[in-house]
C-alpha cells in the first residue's frame, strides 16, 4: 500500500479522536432538574442563575484555561427519571461531579447510586433541597449543601410564629419525602414546646394551580389554626394559599424556601388581578439565600449585573414553550452562589482535575466570602455551607425582608 | 322448513350449552381467581409491609422520616399498592402517602391491633374506607411494634376490575369459540339437511308426478348415495329403488287396466249381442190376451251363458225356453248364441220340444271340441187350450203356480246337451187353466248365496211363490229378483240370473 493511500485514513482516523480530545478540556458538570411540568421554574431559574456566573467565568479564562460545561437532564421533579438522570451524566457524559439537582423525592432517591458509585467519587454539589437524608449518614457523606436545611428553616418559622402567640400550627405538605422532611422539621420544632401540629393536609407532588385544593383547606379549617406552614412547591401552594383565602382564612401562611417565591408570587398577583383579592397578604417565606434585591451585598450587584449582561436562557433543548424568564429570583440567586461556591472549588484543586480530591477540597474550605456577608465553611462532618434563614414577605408585588413579626401577634 | 327447524334445534342447544358452560366457567374461574389475587395481593403486601418494617427501624430510631417517606413513596409505584401508613411507637403516624389526610377509619383500625398480638408477623384486615374504596389493610409491626407498624393497603378494586377483565377475556373466547360452533353447526346441519331437503322435494314432486310418462332425464337425487355415503345415502338409494319399482308397476298396472279395458269393452259388446238375442220387449205380444209372459236375464258377469226364448211357432203355439250353458263369460256366452240360433232354427222345423232338443243336442254335439255343454228346458204352449208340452234337458225344473198349488213339473229325464249326439229326449204334457203359470228359473237363483254361503234354495223359492200367487208374470219376476238379492244381500252375484214366468189367463176353449 502506497503512502499516498494511507496518509488520508490517517488523517480520518485523527479526525475521529478529534473532538474527544476538544470535549475533554471542558470541565462537564451533571445537572438533573424539573424543566418541565409545574415546578420547571425551580429548575430553570437555578440553570439560569448558575450559568450567568459560570458564562462569566469561562468568558474570562475559565478555570484553569477549561471551560465549565453544565450538562442538563429534565426530570420533571420526578424520582424515575432522576435516577436515569444520573445514570447517563456518570455513565454516559463523564460528568466531573452533579450539581443544582432540585427536590427532596428527585434527589432521596438517587442518594444511594452516589454510594454505589463510589470508587468513582460521584459527588452530588448543591441540591436545591434542604432534607436531612442529605445531611446525615448514610448518604451524607456524598452530598455538599450549601443551603440551610428544612429542619433550619421550619424550626426558625416555628420559633418566631410561637414567640408571637400563634402556637395553633397546621402543616400542609406534599406527598412525598420533601413535605415530610418539612412535616417532620415542625413537628421537632413544636415538640420543643411541647406542643403538637393541630392538624394537616398533604397533596400530590405535581398538583397544577388550576387544580382546586378545597378538599385540603375544608381539613384544616376545621382544626381552626393560627398559623399555617405549607411545604411544598410553588403551583401547590399558590393554588393551596388562593383556595385558603378564598375560603376566608386570613391567618398567616408561610412557605420555606423550595417553595420559590418568585414563581409562586407571579401566579399569585395573577389571580389578585383577576379577582382583586390581595394574596399575597399575610404570607411569610423562608428563604436560605438573601434576597437578590439585597444590593447592599457584593454577590447580589454581581449577580443582577451577570444576569443583566448575559441574559442566560434555559438549556436549549430543554426550552418549555411558555415560560417567561425572571429577572431576578431567590432561586436563580441560589443557583449563582452554587455556581459561585463550584467554581471555587475548581479553583482550588488547581490544573489537573481529579474526582478523588474533591473531598478533601471541599471539606477543607473554611470562612469563605461568597459575598453574602455569611461565611461558607465546610468540614468533614460539615457537609452544610451555610445555615442562614431569610425572612420575608410581600409588600404589594415585592418580597420584603420579614424583621418584625409583631404584626401576627396574638 | 327441514333445515331451518334442524339448525334451530341445533342452534338453540348450541346456545343453551354455551350459556351454560359460559356462566360456569365464568363463576369458577372468578372465584378462583378472586381467592388467587386476593392470596396474592395479600402476600404483596405482606412482603411491602415486611420490607418496608424492615428497613424502618433504623431510619426510626434514627428519626429520620422523610427517608422512610422516601422508601414508602417507591412502594406505591408498585400495582395494587394503594397506600403505605407508618406509625412510630407512640402509634403516630410518621409517613404514610394518604392525600389530602390520613383517613380516620385507618387511624382507627392502628389503634384497634395496635394492640393485637401478632403472631406470623403480619395482619390482614379488610378495611372500607369512605369516599376511597375497599381495601386489603396488611400490617406488620416494626420491632415487634416498639419501633412502629406498617400500614399497606391493597386495591380490592384492582382485584375486582381484573376478574372482570379476565372473566371479559374468558368469555370473548368462549364467544368466538361459540360463533364458530355455529358456524361449524350450520355447515354441518346444512351438509346433512341439504340432502334431507332434496329428497323431502323430490318426494313431494313424486306425489304430483306421472309415473306412466317415462323418465327424462336424470333425477335431483341420482347423486345423493355417491355423496353422502351415510343414512341420508342409503336412505336416497332406497328411494331410487322404490322409485323405479312404483314406476314399473305402474307401468304394468297401466298395460294391464288397458288390457283389461279393451277386454271390457269387448265384454260390453258382446253382452249388448247378447242381450240383443233374446226377446226384451214386454209385453211381447200385445194382441194376445190369452197370456202374461215376462222374462229377464241378468248375467253375472258382462256376458253369461243362460238364455231365454220365446216365439210363436204357428198362430196358436208359443214356443219358449229356458236353458244354461255350462261355465261363465264369453265361451258360455258364444255357446249360448249358438244354442239361441240352432234353438231358434230347430224350433221351427219341429214342433215339438222333445225333437226340439234332440235335434238341438245333435247339432250341438257337432264339432263341440271345448265340450261344453247346456241345459235346456224346452215347451209349447197351445194358447187355445192351456196344454204345455215340455221337455227337459238337463235344466231345473220349473214351478207350475195355480191357485191350488205350486209344485215342480214332472221331469222328463232328459240329460243335458252337448255331451253325445245319441241321446233322445220324452215330453210331458200339463193342463194350464186361467190363472195358472210357469216359473222357469235357473240355478243362478237358487243357489245364489248370502255372505254365509247359505243358498237361496228351492223352499225359498216356493215359498216367495206360493205367497206371490196371483201376481203378474213381471210381479212376479220381480219380487223374485228382488228376493233373491235381498238374500245375498250385497254379496256378488256368483251366477246368471234368468227367470221366465207365464201366466195363463184364458184359453178360447175353456172360456
Not at chain 1, 376566608?248 to 395573577?270: R, T
Not at chain 2, 430510631?61 to 407512640?90: K, M, P, R, W
Not at chain 2, 308426478?209 to 353422502?228: A, C, M, N, Y
Request: charged share 20%; net charge negative.
Amino acid at each position: 500500500m502506497s503512502d499516498d493511500r494511507i496518509r488520508p485514513i490517517i488523517f480520518l482516523i485523527l479526525l475521529l479522536f478529534l473532538p474527544e480530545r476538544l470535549l475533554a478540556e471542558d470541565i462537564v458538570i451533571g445537572m438533573s432538574a424539573a424543566f418541565s411540568g409545574p415546578s420547571k421554574g425551580l429548575g430553570i431559574e437555578l440553570y439560569r442563575g448558575s450559568t450567568a456566573y459560570l458564562e462569566h467565568v469561562n468568558r474570562t479564562g475559565g478555570i484553569h484555561g477549561q471551560k465549565i460545561i453544565i450538562k442538563a437532564y429534565d426530570d420533571g421533579y420526578n424520582p424515575i427519571p432522576a435516577i436515569r438522570n444520573t445514570i447517563k451524566l456518570i455513565e454516559q457524559d463523564n460528568a466531573f461531579l452533579l450539581f443544582n439537582y432540585v427536590g427532596t423525592p428527585t434527589v432521596t432517591r438517587i442518594l444511594p447510586l452516589l454510594k454505589s458509585y463510589k470508587e468513582k467519587f460521584v459527588y452530588l454539589f448543591s441540591p436545591f433541597t434542604g432534607a436531612e437524608s442529605l445531611r446525615q449518614p448514610p448518604y451524607g457523606e456524598f452530598v455538599f449543601n450549601l443551603r440551610a436545611s428544612y429542619r433550619d428553616e421550619t424550626q426558625g418559622l416555628v420559633d418566631h410564629f410561637v414567640s408571637t402567640g400563634r402556637s395553633r400550627i397546621a402543616v400542609f405538605y406534599q406527598a412525598d419525602a420533601y413535605g415530610r422532611s418539612g412535616w417532620d422539621g415542625v413537628k421537632k420544632a413544636l415538640a420543643k414546646f411541647g406542643l403538637k401540629m393541630v392538624g394537616e393536609a398533604t397533596y400530590r407532588r405535581g398538583a397544577e394551580y388550576h387544580q382546586s385544593f378545597k378538599e385540603q383547606v375544608d381539613i384544616i379549617r376545621k382544626v381552626s389554626p393560627d398559623v399555617i406552614i405549607s411545604i411544598g412547591a410553588y403551583a401547590g401552594c399558590a393554588a393551596f394559599i388562593r383556595d385558603a383565602r378564598d375560603a376566608g382564612m386570613q391567618i398567616p401562611i408561610a412557605n420555606v424556601s423550595f417553595a420559590g417565591s418568585y414563581p409562586m408570587a407571579e401566579l399569585l398577583l395573577q389571580s389578585s388581578r383577576t379577582t382583586g383579592h390581595d394574596y399575597n397578604k399575610d404570607l411569610v417565606n423562608s428563604q436560605v439565600v438573601p434576597s437578590p434585591q439585597d444590593t447592599a451585598l457584593p454577590a447580589v450587584r454581581e449577580y443582577r449585573q451577570l444576569m443583566d449582561k448575559y441574559q442566560p436562557l434555559p438549556p436549549r433543548e430543554l426550552t418549555d414553550v411558555g415560560y417567561a424568564p425572571l429577572a431576578e429570583s431567590y432561586v436563580g440567586f441560589e443557583g449563582f452562589l452554587n455556581a459561585k461556591l463550584l467554581v471555587e472549588v475548581l479553583k482550588r484543586m488547581g490544573p489537573g482535575l481529579t474526582k478523588s480530591r474533591i473531598k478533601g477540597i471541599v471539606e477543607s474550605i473554611k470562612s469563605a466570602d461568597l459575598g453574602i456577608d455569611a461565611p461558607v465553611t465546610f468540614g468533614p462532618h460539615k457537609h452544610q455551607g451555610l445555615d442562614r434563614v431569610y425572612y420575608t414577605t410581600m409588600k404589594g408585588d415585592r418580597f420584603v425582608p420579614l424583621s418584625d413579626w409583631r404584626g401576627w401577634e396574638k | 322448513m327441514t333445515r331451518a327447524s334442524l339448525f334451530t334445534k341445533t342452534l338453540v342447544l348450541i346456545v343453551v350449552l354455551f350459556a351454560i358452560i359460559a356462566t360456569a366457567t365464568s363463576i369458577l374461574s372468578g372465584w378462583n381467581l378472586y381467592r388467587n389475587l386476593t392470596q396474592e395481593y395479600q402476600s404483596k403486601g405482606v412482603a411491602i409491609a415486611k420490607s418496608i418494617a424492615d428497613s424502618s427501624v433504623e431510619i426510626l430510631l434514627n428519626a429520620d422520616v422523610s427517608t422512610i417517606q422516601s422508601v414508602v413513596d417507591q412502594f406505591t409505584e408498585i400495582e395494587g399498592v394503594s397506600y403505605v401508613i407508618v406509625f412510630d411507637g407512640q402509634g403516630e403516624p410518621v409517613s404514610h402517602t394518604f392525600v389530602p389526610a390520613v383517613p380516620g377509619d385507618v387511624l382507627e383500625l392502628q389503634r384497634q391491633t395496635r394492640t393485637h398480638i401478632f403472631n406470623g408477623g403480619s395482619l390482614t384486615n379488610n378495611l372500607r374506607v369512605e369516599g376511597m374504596g375497599d381495601f386489603l389493610d396488611i400490617s406488620f409491626p416494626i420491632l415487634a411494634g416498639v419501633a412502629g407498624y406498617v400500614h399497606v393497603g391493597m386495591d380490592k378494586s384492582l382485584i375486582r376490575s381484573r376478574i372482570w377483565s379476565a372473566v371479559a377475556t374468558q368469555q370473548g373466547l368462549m364467544f368466538a369459540i361459540f360463533l364458530l360452533s355455529v358456524l361449524v353447526a350450520y355447515a354441518l346441519v346444512n351438509r346433512i339437511s341439504q340432502p334431507l331437503k332434496q329428497l323431502a322435494a323430490h318426494a313431494g314432486k313424486l306425489a304430483t308426478q306421472d309415473f306412466s310418462e317415462p323418465v327424462t332425464g336424470p333425477s335431483d337425487i341420482d347423486g345423493l348415495p355417491k355423496k353422502s355415503r351415510d343414512e341420508v345415502g342409503e336412505l336416497a338409494e332406497s328411494f331410487i329403488t322404490m322409485e323405479h319399482a312404483l314406476r314399473q308397476s305402474v307401468r304394468e298396472l297401466k298395460e294391464t287396466t288397458a288390457a283389461k279395458e279393451r277386454i271390457e269393452s269387448e265384454l260390453k259388446i258382446a253382452r249388448e249381442i247378447q242381450m240383443s238375442m233374446v226377446p226384451k220387449l214386454f209385453p211381447p205380444f200385445p194382441l194376445r190376451p190369452e197370456f202374461d209372459l215376462y222374462a229377464t236375464l241378468v248375467p253375472a258377469r258382462e256376458v253369461g251363458g243362460d238364455f231365454y226364448d220365446f216365439f210363436f211357432i204357428d198362430d196358436n203355439r208359443l214356443c219358449f225356453a229356458i236353458g244354461d250353458v255350462s261355465g261363465k263369460g264369453v265361451p258360455a256366452s258364444l255357446f249360448m248364441a249358438v244354442t239361441t240360433t240352432l234353438f231358434r232354427t230347430t224350433a221351427v222345423r219341429v214342433s215339438r220340444p222333445d225333437e226340439i232338443l234332440f235335434l238341438l243336442n245333435r247339432e250341438l254335439c257337432r264339432g263341440n271340441e271345448s265340450c261344453m255343454f247346456v241345459t235346456v228346458f224346452c215347451a209349447i204352449l197351445d194358447i187355445r187350450t192351456g196344454e204345455v208340452e215340455y221337455s227337459n234337458g238337463g235344466h231345473n225344473l220349473p214351478y207350475f203356480v195355480s191357485h191350488a198349488e205350486t209344485r215342480p213339473l214332472r221331469n222328463t229325464g232328459g240329460m243335458a246337451l252337448g255331451f253325445t249326439e245319441d241321446v233322445t229326449y220324452r215330453s210331458e204334457k200339463i193342463m194350464l187353466r186361467a190363472g195358472d203359470g210357469l216359473f222357469l228359473y235357473t240355478d243362478g237363483v237358487t243357489e245364489a248365496m248370502d255372505e254365509g254361503e247359505n243358498q237361496f234354495s228351492e223352499p225359498r223359492l216356493e215359498e216367495f211363490l206360493q205367497q206371490a200367487n196371483g201376481s203378474s208374470a213381471t210381479e212376479i219376476i220381480r219380487g223374485a229378483v228382488d228376493q233373491v238379492r235381498r238374500h245375498s244381500a250385497g254379496a256378488p252375484q256368483s251366477d246368471d240370473i234368468t227367470i221366465l214366468a207365464l201366466k195363463f189367463l184364458l184359453s178360447a176353449a175353456q172360456s
